[in-house]
């Protein structure tokens, strides 16, 4: 007989696997104690005991009376072999890939944000406030990298409130992608003030639309956003690759005789 899970209780499983993955937990590795982690997942600890006894009952988590919960073998590396590898390949041998990647983001943030507004809990939200006061933090930090992170995991957090499970797996997938290949580029848009003025009200539309259940008004405010951080990365490479060719054109005052001299 096979068992059929509750679309919520599935949700969780799947969540606890994406925190495994996450977190990077190896085999033997402890989950953090049941109150701490059902905090940190944003539900009753009821819930989370059912959710961690599938993951039992399927041989992936190990419980040790009076010893707390373990990792028992590894998760297969879903999002780096399926998703991230392949495209990481393609992008090794031409860098514009990177565009495709902003590309799929634009569709599918479309579509995490407008289930996000219509599905994010009490618990979801607060998490995306948290998520979007630390990318304020580095509002005048020399710290572009971090800022960057920061942004990222804001975005991953609109993931996760839309409680759809492919996107966030899809979403999970890029994560990686996104920090190694993608991040250098973001980089640049935080040491430019009136760029990360315009992400940072973006960002707050997205959060005020999702707040506010605004569906529509959540859709429209993510693809503005990747729109601009598309058309903003690309404008800053094409400056970038201008000003590369500037410094190979011959240096006049040396190259050429002056008129005196010929």
């Not at 707390?68 to 297969?76: A, H, N, S």
């Amino acid at each position: 007989m096979t068992l059929v899970l509750p679309r919520r209780a599935g949700q969780l499983v799947e969540r606890l696997r994406g925190y495994i993955r996450e977190h990077q937990l190896e085999a033997g590795m402890r989950l953090p104690a049941e109150r701490q982690l059902a905090v940190e997942l944003g539900v009753s600890r009821n819930s989370l005991r059912e959710a961690l006894q599938m993951l039992i009952s399927e041989g992936l988590l190990l419980s040790r009376r009076g010893g707390g919960t373990f990792i028992r073998y590894q998760l297969e590396p879903w999002s780096e072999q399926r998703i991230v590898q392949p495209i990481r390949h393609l992008m090794a041998d031409d860098p514009d890939y990177r565009y495709d990647i902003l590309e799929a983001r634009y569709a599918i943030e479309a579509s995490t944000a407008w289930h996000a507004a219509m599905r994010a809990t009490p618990a979801d939200k607060e998490r995306l406030q948290y998520c979007f006061d630390a990318t304020l933090q580095f509002r005048e930090s020399d710290a572009p990298n971090l800022a960057a992170q920061a942004d990222l995991r804001f975005h991953l957090a609109v993931a996760e409130a839309s409680h759809n499970v492919v996107l966030l797996q899809t979403m999970r997938g890029f994560f990686d992608l996104l920090q190694s290949s993608v991040m250098q580029s973001r980089q640049r848009m935080y040491t430019h003030p009136p760029i990360f003025a315009q992400l940072t009200e973006q960002h707050q539309m997205m959060l005020g639309a999702i707040l506010q259940g605004d569906a529509e008004a959540a859709r429209k405010a993510a693809t503005h956003h990747l729109g601009f951080v598309h058309t903003t990365i690309k404008q800053l490479d094409e400056d970038e690759a201008r000003q590369a060719r500037v410094t190979r054109l011959p240096d006049t005052d040396t190259d050429y005789p002056r008129e005196n001299e010929a």
